[in-house]
């Protein structure tokens, strides 16, 4: 059985910044503020309102257990 996506004890629901559905995707952790690098992949959520929110690599592995293993080579 599969176990729902949900972030761990301790995480703050009215702590995070939910953006307009057509508004332009933020730079920012929507959770902490910190700038997110252009080159990462962050977490994104969006609610059935449209509105979304983008978690930096540090907040989706601290709240949703989420692991960052960088950037594979390509075996040649």
Known sequence: MTEPFAPKPGFDWSRVRWDAGDAPVRDDCSYCGVAIPEESVPLRMWKPDGS????CDACAERWW????????????
């Open 52 to 55: 979304g929110c983008v978690f």
């Open 65 to 76: 257990g989420l692991q960052h293993f960088g950037d594979f080579e390509e075996e040649s």
